[in-house]
């Protein structure tokens, strides 16, 4: 059974180009979550989806910053023009329904991105 | 609250003696928390979880301490082995809130 799985893992983008960075969430899950991590500090949450909806961006950026989670295909965390701030370890994590056992959110292996 | 700081705290321990790592949460409403261990690299990985209406859970070699009076959770591990070496942050929620808080993160270290 896959666990949740991201691409790319490295990425490396100049400062004002497009970052896409994708996850696919473990088989069965319907909720996805993006979080971002900064060298020696814990996770940030950034924003909540299920399919075709967003149900919590409080921690998303206000520009420049998108997530999206379609009826087909992986969940996409799109960052324009980014700026040398942006570098940091992107953490999709994936869900059941939560609450109906848990609230366990299993997450993938991360994307590193650098802006240069 | 929302974790800070530039340097993770270290906890160095010798293999095979037992490990505790400590870590405050800050919402007085949260009633569901994760500790999880994550290796350079890697995602984080689910450890062991635990309700608010508890204050002991055990697990394989794992056991998690919640003092809701104090807003504090702790994490022991026995019989501490070089593979525990990583860093391990505590993380909350809320029923029907489904973001995880995370806390600072620990890095432990164990010496052979």
């Known amino acids: 059974n896959a666990g949740v799985m991201q691409n790319p ?6 400062r004002g180009q497009e970052a896409r960075l994708r996850c696919s969430p473990m088989k069965g899950h319907s909720h996805v979550y993006w979080y971002r991590q900064l060298p020696e500090e814990g996770l940030k949450f950034m924003v ?4 075709e909806n967003i149900i919590d961006e409080s921690g998303m950026p206000k520009e420049r910053f998108s997530a999206e989670f379609p009826k087909e295909g992986p969940s996409i965390l799109r960052i324009q023009q980014v700026v040398r701030g942006d570098s940091a370890a992107y953490f999709c994590a994936s869900s059941p329904v939560p609450g109906q056992d848990t609230y366990e959110q299993y997450f993938g292996p991360g994307t590193r991105l650098t802006v240069t | 609250g929302e974790n800070v700081g530039l340097h993770l705290p270290t906890l160095s321990v010798q293999e095979g003696d037992n490990s505790i790592i400590n870590c405050a949460y800050s919402n007085s409403a ?3 928390f994760i500790w999880y261990k994550q290796e350079s690299g890697k995602g984080p990985q689910f450890i062991i979880d635990i309700r608010s209406n508890m204050d002991k859970r055990q697990g394989q070699r794992v056991t998690v ?3 809701k009076t104090v807003k504090h959770l702790s994490l022991q591990i026995a019989a501490t082995q070089p593979g525990d ?3 391990y ?8 809130y489904n973001k995880l808080i995370f806390g600072a993160g620990t890095r432990l270290a164990v010496h052979p």
Request: hydrophobic share 35%; proline share 0%; charged share 25%.
């Open chain 2, 65 to 67: 301490l919640l003092n």
């Open chain 2, 30 to 32: 949260s009633d569901y």
């Open chain 2, 89 to 96: 942050f505590c993380a909350e929620t809320s029923r029907g």
């Open chain 1, 48 to 51: 909540y989806l299920q399919k």
């Open chain 2, 85 to 87: 070496s990583a860093v």
């Open chain 1, 9 to 14: 893992r490295h990425l490396v983008r100049r």
